[in-house]
């Protein structure tokens, strides 16, 4: 990068009002992912449910999301960006509060499956229309769609610690009181956005996966997404901590997220490069992983590789989801939900067979088996570099 593109890159761009409301609403839905976590063994307990059961809170939200992507474009042509993310906020509302008024772990599962739906119409719709519609391009604007996320992820466990504490249900009717507010910001605030021109197809994400380098991005967070959601859904039960221990860890793992993918991933991309800048975070969280399996039975090494993870983690979100943006030459919101319909199937998967694993084989197993996906992840971008190349020339 020039020395004036990049005294350009980092000149600050008055964004938009449109922006800042859309991204208050995605910070208070990621809220809901990270408000989950503390409250894991809680609900094991209180609802007598095996981990395994209990991690399906993430496999029914994950699967459903990933799945409902292939509709989100399809909604959003029809109805337009402002009404898909109203009705995506509506799901979420409604079927959190059903999650936390439900009374055994089956209904909490469906209900997290339907606040997956909500989910998968908002997060989709909310990157497009934050590329779209930001000032400063599109790597500006990705940074702050992860800073939202990694807000909302930062702040969520400690809010759910502390509403978990109380009850395990007071984080799922938290999620609805917060979304209601975010439901409101963008009714009043968000302008109405034109549709598009065309009309998109269910089958449109699945058309745009023929690009190699779009396929090669979608198989590498599907298998890194595993060892992500190893993490999130499994180590909340070997750390040994309260909702109040468990909020503040995720909390500082949430900080480390959010930091990294805003303030270290443009500096690291725009030195390395996103494929080097990938293939390093990757073998560095599955290093994290290996670490936390070998010294599984030590809370402390595990608390402490939970928090470092979150700067592995936060960088390659920000690298991954750039690319994603550039590698194909479709439409930014089919290339979002192809990639994603991919992720979050590894997101579904994750969360079950590691507590499966452990259930099975010993505490060690998950976080070994989760090491070991990721470092398939870096071997998919490492051996596909020649359908990556174009994202670094674009980059630059």
């Not at 940074?143 to 996320?149: F, G, N, P, V, W």
């Not at 396929?215 to 298998?223: E, H, N, P, S, V």
Request: hydrophobic residues 55%; aromatic residues 10%.
């Amino acid at each position: 990068m020039t020395e004036e593109a990049l005294k350009t890159y980092s000149q600050p761009e008055k964004q938009p009002l449109v922006i800042w409301v859309i991204f208050f609403a995605t910070i208070i839905s990621f809220m809901g992912l990270g408000l989950v976590d503390p409250i894991l063994p809680a609900i094991a307990e209180k609802l007598h449910a095996t981990p395994s059961q209990v991690s399906l809170l993430f496999s029914s939200y994950n699967l459903i999301t990933g799945v409902a992507m292939l509709i989100t474009g399809v909604v959003s042509s029809r109805i337009g960006v402002k009404w898909t993310l109203l009705t995506g906020i509506i799901f979420i509302i409604i079927f959190s509060a059903l999650a936390g008024s439900s009374n055994g772990i089956w209904g909490v599962v469906s209900f997290r499956g339907g606040w997956g739906l909500g989910n998968s119409l908002f997060i989709a719709t909310a990157l497009s229309a934050i590329v779209g519609l930001s000032v400063g391009g599109t790597a500006k604007a990705i940074i702050l769609y992860e800073a939202a996320i990694g807000l909302g992820i930062s702040v969520g466990p400690l809010l759910g610690g502390e509403l978990g504490s109380i009850s395990w249900r007071g984080p799922f009717y938290g999620v609805s009181v917060l979304m209601i507010i975010a439901f409101l910001a963008l009714l009043i605030k968000m302008p109405k956005v034109a549709k598009p021109k065309t009309k998109s197809s269910v089958l449109d994400p699945i058309k745009a996966l023929k690009f190699p380098g779009l396929f090669r991005l979608g198989l590498t967070a599907f298998l890194y997404n595993i060892g992500f959601f190893t993490l999130m859904a499994y180590a909340p039960f070997v750390m040994g901590l309260d909702e109040h221990g468990l909020g503040y860890v995720f909390l500082g793992w949430g900080l480390c997220l959010a930091i990294t993918s805003v303030f270290v991933a443009p500096k690291i991309q725009a030195r390395f490069g996103t494929i080097k800048s990938m293939c390093a975070m990757l073998i560095l969280f599955a290093l994290t992983l290996l670490a936390m399996g070998i010294w599984t039975d030590s809370s402390t090494v595990v608390i402490i590789c939970v928090i470092i993870a979150g700067l592995f983690l936060g960088t390659n979100n920000t690298l991954i989801t750039t690319a994603v943006m550039q590698v194909a030459p479709v439409e930014r919101a089919t290339a979002s939900a192809a990639y994603s319909f991919v992720r979050f199937i590894g997101g579904a998967i994750g969360p079950w067979l590691a507590n499966k694993l452990a259930e099975s084989f010993t505490p060690h197993i998950p976080f070994i088996s989760g090491a070991i996906f990721v470092l398939l992840a870096m071997l998919v971008v490492a051996f596909g570099r020649k359908h990556l190349a174009h994202v670094d020339r674009a980059t630059h």
